[in-house]
């Protein structure tokens, strides 16, 4: 059965500091990576994802995420946080037939 | 932003009442879903439906049920509600499995 894992419930930086939000997930097959943010009282809104090919993908807001088979990781990053970035954060895995399974989240605070 | 909205965004209700709630979108996608949210939880996939009349249950579908005649609406019903129900309900489409775009959420308090 697929999973994730994202080990951090909490997470704290500082304005301006790099951010690294790790995700470990398990999936049989190929699996189909995916970063949502979701602001307080919001709906998700998709940062980006992985299908294929290029293992670090590109996506809004000036996040990435690299794609490691071997570890069965698809860690989340940042150079500079910005105030506007506190939020949780979520990864998901799916694929071609199953619908997305989803991590329990992890909160960032970003701190002046 | 994906068309996608949910009705009511708030509801209060009382232990045994059913509860019924709408998502309804615009962009003629195949594939609904509906989760909870809860602290501590996540997301977590109740139904989700990949046509018209075509559904199947996710990993937390004990007491709810769905309905989709027709493809811009997916209702999702509480028979008889129960306070460990009380939860965030949100909506997703997809016009692939693995490609969700959410609404805006019900808050859906049951005393």
């Known amino acids: 059965a697929q999973s994730v894992t994202q080990p951090d419930i909490h997470i704290t930086v500082s304005e301006g500091a790099s951010l690294e939000l790790r995700c470990n997930y398990s999936?049989?097959?190929?699996?189909?990576l995916f970063w949502y943010v979701q602001s307080p009282g919001q709906g998700l809104q998709l940062l980006l994802k992985y299908f294929s090919g290029d293992t670090l993908v590109q996506g809004i807001k000036g996040f990435e995420a690299e794609f490691k088979r071997s570890q069965s990781s698809f860690n989340l990053r940042k150079p500079s946080v910005h105030w506007s970035d506190a939020a949780e954060y979520f990864c998901?895995?799916?694929?071609?037939?199953?619908?997305?399974?989803f991590g329990k989240g992890t909160r960032l605070s970003v701190i002046a | 932003d994906a068309g996608i909205t949910q009705s009511p965004r708030h509801k209060v209700t009382e232990t045994g009442t059913p509860v019924t709630l709408r998502c309804h979108q615009t962009e003629n996608h195949r594939y609904m879903y509906w989760y909870r949210q809860d602290p501590g939880h996540g997301l977590r996939l109740i139904h989700y439906s990949y046509g018209v009349k075509d559904t199947d249950k996710g990993e937390v579908s004990d007491g709810y049920s769905v309905s989709r005649s027709k493809t811009e609406d997916f209702l999702l019903t509480l028979e008889s509600a129960t306070s460990s129900q009380t939860s965030v309900y949100f909506c997703?489409?997809?016009?692939?499995?693995?490609?969700?775009?959410f609404g805006p959420g019900t808050r859906l308090t049951v005393l």
């Open positions: 997703a489409i997809s016009d692939r499995y693995y490609e969700q775009f």
């Open positions: 998901a895995v799916g694929g071609r037939n199953t619908p997305l399974v």
């Open positions: 999936y049989g097959a190929t699996p189909y």
